[in-house]
């Protein structure tokens, strides 16, 4: 259409005759064409951030209906006053943070005029210019969006390899590109791979002799079930399921102060696993176990999931900006966890690829803004016994020492001075100072506070007395007598608390009784809260179910709700990828657009579907993909696959994968006979190299424990955020700031030095030689044969027991001629044998461990 030049003269006249800054509106004689003058403006500088595609904030601006209701911070147009349409704001912004659009690209003044006098005149939009109805994008008919179906397995000849519908969709891939299943591996191999994929921990000596020699039809099945049922399988499974939920035992930021109850989740996670709970009751009880009709006190440990995000402690720390983060953190590891999706992009704008806005990740995360944080007593059986006799002695002695040092007279009077410190912040410095200390390290301190002690619960009482004595020192003391009093109430108070039995105790999540409003963060800023939104869903997925239940239980069925096609595809493929090294879905985290497609489509659906089916039974889907025979298959490197398949996508072979690293510290502890196999329990402190925990805040100490406890599974290790165990850092643990859906496998030279020279392995060096001399005395049997066994699951070939033979006589020899190295290999004696002969078996235990297959599982 031919545009008039005279049409915007006199348009950017009226501007000119406005004022330089468009101070007043123009004048209203010359109208402005929606179709004509507006736009093309909108065409040409708002439609890529604000149009079908993609809505940032909240707004668009290709259809009538939506530009004139806003985006998420308000009316970006209001019919006949430019000056309170945020629209104008924006465009005529001088600060370059808002004005619009974004970059070097700026509206001339001529344009800004020309929309400041459209809106004055009434922002007349004729319906005749609303644009066509959308139909969906491309996004929203992302394969991982529509519903799960069952496929029928494909035929394939021939069938001798088929084991279970599994296999099927494997040869049919495999047939249509011309290559052939690898053979079946043998049966060490398979005990080995069986052993650590189920259970974590290698095959002990028994266990290899009774497989073996087992030949009857059935045997394979018959060692599946039975590490299925070991009480280790729940511990295997528990860690992957850690690593999804950023398990630590600290807070993280500076302080990183301990969370003495986080392994109380841990314990509910192995105890759940072991119990083959359905992986839906499994995600409601985490997600929401606290709302459930008569909560159990297990289905409320179970919300401890949530409290595992990080939580900054540091006294200037804004309590808002500092729950706000560890909601958005919250949103964020559901997403991926259930959903195997990017949320979190959706904090600040509109997801850039997927289907998911702003103002639905604010739905989300809404679900959690009802709950609050709180602990609670979760004694483990055999606990509240002696806890319950010890009680009231324990209590007697406490109300003594309290009046003994008159904590009742002085603890109003600073309650007093706390709270008019929260109600008018700025009178008093020092109490400033209080009130943020206090936020930052007293959980729900202002409503603790604000509560009369007689309405507070006995454990919130105690809880407001024992900070206030902790406080109580040169911060508010005004004389050394009353903090040098306070001091020996403290050491009094440490000492009959160690007194008592107390049973274990958990951190949860509860809900809030009154109501809770949440608004959109503007740009993901905290500080700028938008328009209000309820708990909601992606519309690009099912609708949430209505209903009298509590909002966050609602979504947590929703998130295993039959219609919900991505938990069970993100959850099966989770499996297949332990496995198998890597996911049918190769981003394991990303289902969206931007991550990969699934090598095998209809085996992804089929396996979903069949989760469902077996009523979410996890060991039951374990056990199909391990009695499978595409699980069977050798992982020996194929010629014919170098090139046309180097990354095993099509399954022609089984991964050859390095073991994780709690597995090679259990497998060392497990070979040397010093695993204590403890089940479930609190966190441990073994030996680590000296001032690792020393160099962060407050340095602390690693007080190791000194007895069995520092030789349990890795599992039980205590991580420290600031200061994780080395070994699990260097052989790529998760480092528990965000969830890890898959581990990375990293080779690096440091990896080497700490088998060789890491305290635990030289320990566990030194415990496998006295394990073979005194398992296998020197008349009694083949000594390299069965420390070779205690390590690799196998017999040594003829060339293997020669080297291995070669390598010891050089070691002994070697002690032999240097007494003072064999002290420092072996500080002690054992009857009957040769110290040289013993530092030399310690040189080949460390040796064997430093073996790639004994780091490998095939």
């Known amino acids: 259409m031919f545009r008039c030049p005279v049409r915007w003269f006199l348009l950017a006249c009226l501007v000119v005759s406005a004022g330089s800054a468009a101070d007043s509106p123009p004048a209203s004689s010359a109208?402005?064409?929606?179709?004509?003058?507006?736009?093309?403006?909108?065409?040409?500088?708002?439609?890529?951030?604000?149009?079908?595609?993609?809505?940032?904030?909240?707004?668009?601006?290709d259809q009538r209906a939506?530009?004139?209701?806003?985006?998420?911070?308000?009316?970006?147009?209001?019919?006949?006053?430019?000056e309170a349409s945020l629209l104008m704001r924006r465009v005529s912004s001088a600060d370059a943070k808002l004005n619009m659009p974004p970059g070097d690209v700026r509206l001339s003044d001529g344009e800004i005029g020309v929309l400041r006098a459209w809106i004055d005149q009434g922002a007349e939009w004729p319906e005749k210019a609303e644009p066509v109805e959308t139909k969906p994008s491309n996004a929203e008919k992302h394969w991982s969006f529509q519903p799960v179906r069952r496929p029928e397995p494909p035929e394939v000849s021939p069938r001798t390899w088929v084991r279970n519908p599994i296999d099927r969709f494997v040869l049919a891939k495999l047939e249509a590109e011309g290559i052939r299943p690898s053979v079946e591996a043998g049966k060490v191999t398979l005990l080995r791979r069986?052993?650590?994929?189920?259970?974590?921990?290698?095959?002990?000596?028994?266990?290899?002799?009774?497989?073996?020699?087992?030949?009857?039809?059935?045997?394979?099945?018959?060692l599946v079930?039975?590490?299925?049922?070991?009480?280790?399988?729940?511990?295997?499974?528990?860690?992957?399921?850690?690593?999804?939920a950023r398990y630590a035992d600290s807070d993280g930021f500076e302080k990183d102060l301990d969370r003495p109850h986080s392994w109380r989740w841990r314990h509910w996670v192995i105890e759940a696993l072991n119990r083959d709970m359905p992986f839906d009751r499994f995600t409601v009880e985490q997600i929401a176990g606290d709302l459930l009709p008569n909560a159990t006190t297990a289905q409320r440990v179970a919300t401890g999931f949530h409290r595992n995000t990080l939580k900054n402690r540091e006294a200037g720390v804004k309590r808002g900006e500092a729950r706000f983060e560890e909601l958005v953190d919250r949103t964020h590891t559901v997403g991926t966890v259930w959903l195997g999706l990017t949320v979190g992009c959706a904090q600040c704008h509109d997801h850039k690829f997927d289907p998911i806005s702003q103002r639905e990740f604010y739905q989300l995360y809404s679900f959690f803004d009802a709950a609050r944080e709180t602990e609670i007593m979760a004694p483990l059986p055999g606990e509240l016994g002696p806890y319950l006799q010890a009680l009231p002695d324990y209590q007697r002695k406490r109300r003594a020492l309290l009046e003994e040092f008159e904590i009742a007279r002085l603890q109003p009077q600073w309650e007093a001075n706390i709270v008019r410190a929260m109600d008018y912040p700025g009178e008093s410095t020092e109490w400033d100072f209080q009130v943020t200390s206090m936020r930052a390290m007293l959980d729900h301190a202002d409503r603790r506070l604000h509560t009369p002690p007689a309405e507070r619960s006995p454990r919130e009482r105690q809880r407001v007395t024992d900070y206030f004595i902790q406080r109580y020192g040169p911060d508010l003391a005004k004389d050394d007598c009353a903090v040098e009093a306070f001091k020996e109430l403290r050491r009094k108070l440490s000492e009959l608390e160690n007194?008592?039995?107390?049973?274990?105790?958990?951190?949860?999540?509860?809900?809030?009784?009154?109501?809770?409003?949440?608004?959109?963060?503007?740009?993901?800023?905290?500080?700028?809260?938008?328009?209000?939104?309820?708990?909601?869903?992606?519309?690009?997925?099912?609708?949430?179910?209505?209903?009298?239940?509590?909002?966050?239980?609602?979504?947590?069925?929703w998130l295993v709700d039959e219609r919900n096609p991505l938990t069970p595809r993100v959850t099966v493929n989770r499996m297949w990828q332990e496995f198998f090294g890597t996911g049918l879905v190769a981003t394991p985290g990303d289902f969206g657009v931007q991550g990969e497609a699934p090598s095998h489509p209809e085996l992804l659906d089929w396996l979903a579907s069949e989760f469902r089916r077996v009523g979410w039974s996890m060991k039951r889907m374990h056990k199909r993909i391990v009695m499978s025979a595409a699980y069977r298959q050798s992982s020996h490197a194929r010629r014919d696959l170098e090139s046309r398949d180097p990354n095993n996508r099509l399954l022609a072979r089984q991964s050859r994968l390095r073991l994780?690293?709690?597995?090679?510290?259990?497998?060392?502890?497990?070979?040397?006979?010093l695993l204590y196999d403890e089940v479930g329990g609190r966190s441990v402190r073994p030996v680590q190299p000296k001032g690792i925990a020393e160099v962060t805040y407050g340095s602390s100490k690693w007080v190791e424990d000194d007895d069995r406890n520092r030789y349990?599974?890795?599992?039980?290790?205590?991580?420290?955020?600031?200061?994780?165990?080395?070994?699990?850092?260097?052989?790529?643990?998760?480092?528990?700031?965000?969830?890890?859906?898959?581990?990375?496998?990293?080779?690096?030279?440091?990896?080497?030095?700490?088998?060789l020279n890491d305290p635990v392995f030289f320990e566990?060096?030194?415990?496998?030689?006295?394990?073979?001399?005194?398992?296998?005395?020197?008349?009694?049997?083949?000594?390299?044969?069965?420390?070779?066994?205690?390590?690799?699951?196998?017999?040594?070939?003829?060339?293997?027991?020669?080297?291995?033979?070669?390598?010891?006589?050089?070691q002994k020899e070697l002690f032999e001629r240097e007494p003072k190295a064999v002290e420092a290999v072996i500080p002690y004696k054992l009857a009957g044998e040769e110290p040289a002969e013993l530092a030399a078996w310690v040189t080949v235990g460390r040796g064997l461990m430093n073996l790639d297959e004994f780091i490998t599982r095939e």
């Open 31 to 61: 109208r402005v064409d929606f179709a004509q003058d507006v736009e093309p403006i909108f065409h040409r500088n708002c439609y890529a951030c604000h149009g079908p595609s993609m809505q940032m904030n909240g707004l668009r601006l």
């Open 66 to 82: 939506a530009a004139f209701e806003g985006g998420h911070s308000g009316k970006a147009i209001v019919p006949s006053d430019s």
């Open 194 to 222: 069986l052993h650590f994929d189920l259970t974590g921990l290698p095959p002990g000596p028994g266990g290899i002799d009774e497989f073996l020699l087992d030949n009857a039809p059935g045997a394979y099945e018959r």
């Open 225 to 244: 079930d039975r590490l299925l049922d070991s009480p280790h399988y729940g511990e295997k499974w528990a860690r992957r399921w850690l690593d999804l």
């Open 499 to 557: 007194s008592l039995p107390r049973p274990s105790e958990a951190y949860v999540l509860e809900e809030v009784p009154q109501a809770v409003t949440t608004h959109i963060a503007v740009r993901g800023d905290w500080r700028r809260p938008g328009v209000a939104v309820q708990p909601d869903v992606p519309g690009v997925l099912p609708p949430l179910s209505e209903g009298g239940e509590a909002a966050r239980l609602r979504w947590a069925r």
């Open 660 to 673: 994780s690293a709690e597995q090679i510290r259990d497998a060392a502890l497990s070979a040397s006979g």
């Open 712 to 755: 349990r599974r890795g599992l039980y290790i205590q991580y420290k955020r600031t200061a994780p165990y080395p070994m699990l850092a260097n052989f790529d643990a998760p480092n528990s700031t965000l969830s890890a859906p898959r581990r990375r496998r990293s080779n690096t030279p440091l990896q080497a030095l700490n088998l």
């Open 764 to 810: 566990a060096a030194q415990a496998l030689a006295v394990r073979v001399l005194q398992e296998r005395p020197a008349s009694g049997g083949d000594r390299f044969s069965y420390a070779f066994r205690l390590c690799l699951a196998r017999d040594p070939d003829s060339r293997e027991k020669d080297m291995l033979r070669t390598f010891w006589q050089r």
